[in-house]
């Protein structure tokens, strides 16, 4: 059975070799051809008219040979009218055709007459020269059908591989452009940490200046443990809700710890939404700027309510604020995006990235009195 399968996919080798050299698939095709009318000639005309002598079956084969070796030439006149035009190259063939049949018809003829002593054949020239304008017009049409399958089968060859380059620089471009995205969206997430870290340090400078050594320490435990947190979570691009929820508590008992009494902080979370995918660290930025904007300004501080809603194709994320006494005008994104900070501007660049624009980001009046940042985040994976 091993040696059936290795003749097999060594036969096939040798025919996609073959198929491939024009040279070698013309002289086997030939060589078959003319066998092929030799074997039809003892059938259909020795074999009924009881001509199996010795003489004739020499004529048939010899009459085979001939048109083999005429067959050549005939060969080599096409192949140099090729790239001419159609028109020229039809009216070439026709002629070639009316020569090739005419010098085969005479030779055979006379070698009937040779080799079988027959006399006065001459006179069926007219039907033998039918008989071999008709074997001739087989044969250059059948060559020009090989030639054109050939040309179909190179061309579509190069279309694959063109294809398959195409395709190669395409998954290249692909592949490159995703890593500029993760690379970007790391980036963001690296500048979003020291970012946060530089406000929590001047916060325990600030505990540490006014001798409230516990609350300073306390700080500096929760900011061990978010850090500790952020760094475990650091290879994932996004994370599940409830993941970056609680990253979000061990922030927000950091800022606790520095305000004290005076921050509140409420949360609606839909337990159904706890498990889709989110960017990770996506809410601190807007409790910073709730914290910084609207707790930081008011004497007697305020409130931060989290939301978290699923709804059919999307997740709902809310931070909302109590406001202060310097809250007079509606909120704009756009002045929110221009006011100091990083935090903000960097959450639409990393969301951006991440979803394109499959994402909403709202800034409105929230019912607590102060600022209501809203973001509606696609639950059917990134862009």
């Known amino acids: 059975m091993n040696q059936i399968l290795v003749h097999s996919g060594s036969f096939t080798q040798f025919f996609s070799r073959t198929v491939n050299d024009s040279d070698r698939l013309f002289w086997l095709l030939n060589a078959g051809g003319w066998t092929g009318l030799s074997v039809v000639t003892l059938v259909s005309l020795s074999l009924p008219y009881d001509q199996l002598q010795f003489a004739y079956i ?31 190259r039809v009216c070439i063939a026709i002629g070639l055709i009316v020569l090739s049949a005419t010098v085969w018809t005479g030779l055979r003829l006379q070698l009937m007459m040779t080799v079988t002593y027959e006399t006065g054949l ?18 250059v049409a059948l060559y020009h059908l090989v030639k054109f399958a050939q040309l179909l089968q190179s061309e579509k060859e190069s279309l694959l591989v063109l294809e398959a380059g195409r395709r190669k620089e395409a998954f290249k471009l692909v592949s490159a452009e995703s890593a500029a995205k993760e690379a970007q969206l790391k980036l963001l997430r690296y500048q979003l940490n020291p970012h946060f870290l530089f406000n929590t340090l001047n916060s325990i400078a ?15 435990a929760e900011l061990s443990t978010f850090l500790r947190f952020s760094l475990e979570s650091d290879s994932n691009i996004t994370i599940p809700l409830r993941d970056e929820i609680e990253a979000l508590d061990h922030y927000l008992r950091i800022e606790q710890v520095r305000f004290s009494d005076r921050l509140v902080v409420e949360q609606d979370i839909d337990p159904s939404a706890l498990a889709i995918q989110v960017p990770s660290l996506v809410l601190q930025p807007l409790v910073e700027n709730a914290i910084k904007h609207a707790i930081g300004r008011a004497e007697e501080g305020g409130c931060i309510r989290v939301t978290a809603r699923r709804e059919t194709k999307s997740l709902v994320l809310s931070v909302e604020d109590s406001g202060s006494s310097e809250d007079t005008k509606d909120p704009n ?34 019912p607590l009195g102060g600022l209501k940042l809203a973001l509606h985040l696609p639950t059917r994976g990134k862009r």
């Open 333 to 366: 994104l756009a002045d929110l995006f221009d006011s100091p900070g990083f935090g903000l501007r960097s959450t639409a660049e990393r969301l951006e990235n991440l979803y394109g624009d499959r994402f909403s980001f709202n800034a409105s009046r929230s």
């Open 58 to 88: 020499a004529h048939n084969i010899i009459q085979s040979v001939i048109g083999f070796m005429l067959s050549v030439p005939l060969r080599m006149a096409i192949k140099h009218t090729w790239s001419w035009t159609p028109w020229h």
């Open 206 to 220: 600030s505990l540490v200046g006014t001798q409230r050594s516990k609350d300073a320490q306390s700080m500096i």
């Open 122 to 139: 001459w006179g069926d020239f007219g039907g033998w020269f039918f008989a071999s304008l008709f074997v001739f017009l087989a044969w």
